[in-house]
């Protein structure tokens, strides 16, 4: 019997997010909450069952739910939504696509979602309500704080620590062994050498 789950965000990334979901076969969809759709429209497959200020008569349906909202310039958007969830009682799974390979030895943290081909090597740990996206490389020994978004096809090599609510724009590589910090933003395509601060934007 699946589990019933309800999805938060109907953007692009949602979309994903679902794609992601229905291949593990585990999950039940009741239904999509946004803030801007109309309750009862549809998207793609699935209806629109209420806003954020639904979510507590909602949980009496669904003890599980997915964040399913992007991050890419904001992430305290994920988070605040992350805290609201956990305060009203939700179970957020972790999920890993079918098509992931993550190391029996890694630790990924509750409401992270890894998509389709993504690599979590050995000893690595990512923090909760993280997004590692389609095709991104988590090498070994990595540390990767909660709230923090590694997108399609980075590369983050060994031993490097990433702060909480970060960005790692498409394609970037990490160097192996630095560390950056907490609520940075690294464009798309960087090759990052060096360590950086907290709050660093490389745009």
């Excluded at 997010?17 to 009741?30: E, R, S």
């Excluded at 390979?101 to 979602?113: E, L, P, R, W, Y």
């Excluded at 998509?115 to 070994?140: D, F, L, P, Q, Y």
């Excluded at 096809?153 to 560390?179: M, Q, W």
């Amino acid at each position: 019997m699946k589990d019933i789950i309800i999805i938060i965000g109907a953007g692009g990334h949602s979309r994903s997010a679902i794609d992601t979901l229905n291949g593990l076969n585990k999950y039940k969809i009741l239904g999509i909450v946004d803030n801007e759709l109309e309750v009862g429209s549809v998207v793609g497959e699935h209806t629109i069952i209420g806003s954020d200020s639904d979510l507590k008569k909602l949980q009496l349906l669904s003890a599980n739910a997915l964040i399913a909202v992007g991050q890419i310039k904001n992430p305290f958007i994920r988070s605040e939504l992350y805290q609201q969830l956990k305060d009203l009682g939700f179970n957020l799974p972790t999920v890993i696509s079918h098509t992931a390979t993550v190391s029996d030895s890694a630790k990924i943290g509750d409401g992270t979602i890894i998509m389709n081909g993504a690599i979590i090597n050995a000893g690595a740990k990512v923090g909760s309500n993280c997004i590692i996206n389609t095709g991104a490389i988590v090498e070994h020994d990595v540390k990767i704080g909660d709230n923090t978004h590694i997108s399609t096809n980075s590369v983050i090599n060994g031993d490097v620590s990433i702060g909480s609510s970060t960005f790692i724009g498409s394609g970037s590589v990490i160097r192996n062994g630095i560390s950056i910090g907490n609520e940075c933003i690294v464009s798309m395509g960087s090759i990052i050498f060096k360590s950086i601060n907290d709050g660093v934007k490389t745009l």
